[in-house]
């Protein structure tokens, strides 16, 4: 196996060292732990009275704008990335290629900014 | 030092000077990794969370367990074991039980690539601190998993808010860390921490290039945006125990709860030591030869101080600000922080490129 992908196994290793360390702990805490079944243990918390409505209620996601500007953003990075570790080699040509880059997308931020949508609505 | 030939070298040990099998080393690191994590995140609450903390608010802290209360944190880890795990009986069961186990597989999918010493480091990924950001964003999952699995309108309403400001602030701290990459001129961490020892400010070459210097704007930037993405005060409208108990919290109960308590003070320690990676030098130190034999020994805990400088500033502002409010907060990483980063990128592309 090369290298490159020993790393990335170690990586997965390091991905199912969580399910250890759960697995442990709660077997060696299901050996203390009490296990006493009430009706009312298992009603949802609001604040110690009794519930209001159904427990799988609906809330209002005010941002989802912010989620799809942060995809914008986010892909920004990733092209960014690469580039920024050869700066060195693509001299000034690349560097105004990235102004040009980094400034149409500051148009979309600064779009939505005008549009109101980075209030809070 | 070139990263394919440390990565070769990676499979002599020098400290015990015979080679060891991938698996060997592995299994080693696996449960290095399984040590470290708790233990750091021990370190942490029970430095900053307890005795600092307490010393800013003129209080002792806790005082009864041990000498100075040093065993505090057996006795909560025994408390926790000892409490019955419970789930509402409309929640999504199976969700509800994997959340914690997400948040914590994010803290320690961080901690692969933190070279600790010349040939210290579980994995030596070319992608390095892309892997690292990539990766700690996955907490946003488990979150958001706790949160909606839990039936409860409190751990709702601190999923989504949780959600929208991880988010947001994932973006200044994605766009804070080009800075350092256009002057190391690499995404692996390993080869970041030689460039800072080897570089120069400007032709200066006294103390290398520590970046904290050179790009001390990326450095607030990146500090600011860890703060909100380990939702610690002011960033702690999700978690705000006067509006929404505890967020996404809310429903869990002893060893399940502690497992979100792990992966959010492990992640702390983790990026502290990306932090100081970064920007601090990592494990390296000025005037000393990066592999002179005692860089093996010495280094995890030049790392580990650093780290715990960087961890004091974090906890210093915790204790500091009072809470933000949702819309200043979004306001603050949108039209503030990115435009910031932004400016941060072609400021130090330019400079790169005149110099």
Known sequence: MSDFLRDYLTVGLFAAAPFVLVGLMLGLGALLRPNRRQAQKYIPYESGVDPVGFEWSQSQVRYYIFAVLFVMFDVEAVFIFPWATRLEAYGLFGLIEMLIFVFILLLGLIYAWRKGVLRWV | MSTASMTAAALVDPVLGFELAYWQQTTIKVVLALVIVPTATAIVVQTFLFKMMAGMQSRMGPMEAGPYGALQLMADGLKFIQKELLAPSAADRRVYALAPVVSLIATFMVFVVIPVGPNGFAANL?????????????SVVGVLMAGWSSANKYA????????????????????????????????????????????????????????????????????????????????????????????????????????????????????????????????????????????????????????????????????????????????????????????????????????
């Not at chain 2, 070319?126 to 996955?138: D, E, H």
């Not at chain 2, 070459?205 to 500090?223: A, E, K, R």
């Open chain 2, 126 to 138: 070319r992608t390095g601190i892309f892997y690292a950001l990539a990766v700690s964003s996955l």
């Open chain 2, 156 to 355: 709702l309403i601190g999923g989504i808010r949780a959600g929208g400001q991880l988010i947001a602030y994932e973006l200044p701290l994605v766009l804070a860390v080009i800075g350092v990459v256009i002057q190391a001129g690499s995404l692996n961490l390993q080869d970041i921490v030689v460039a800072q020892h080897s570089g120069e400010i400007f032709g200066w070459g006294g103390i290398g290039s520590p970046y904290i210097i050179t790009q001390f704007v990326g450095f607030l930037l990146f500090m600011i945006s860890i703060q909100a993405e380990l939702t610690q005060p002011p960033f702690d409208m999700p978690v705000a125990e006067s509006e929404v108990v505890g967020g996404w919290q809310v429903e869990y109960s002893g060893l399940q709860f502690l497992f979100f308590y792990i992966a959010e003070f492990g992640a702390a320690f983790g990026f502290s030591a990306i932090a100081s990676t970064l920007f601090l030098g990592g494990w390296a130190i000025p005037f000393v030869d990066l592999d002179a034999g005692i860089m093996h020994i010495v280094g995890p805990l030049v790392l580990f101080g650093k780290t715990m400088a960087v961890a004091f500033l974090i906890f210093w502002v915790r204790f500091s600000y009072p809470r933000f409010r949702e819309d200043q907060l979004q306001q603050f990483a949108w039209k503030f922080l990115i435009p910031l980063a932004l400016a941060n990128i072609v400021v130090t592309g330019i400079l790169k490129v005149v110099f």
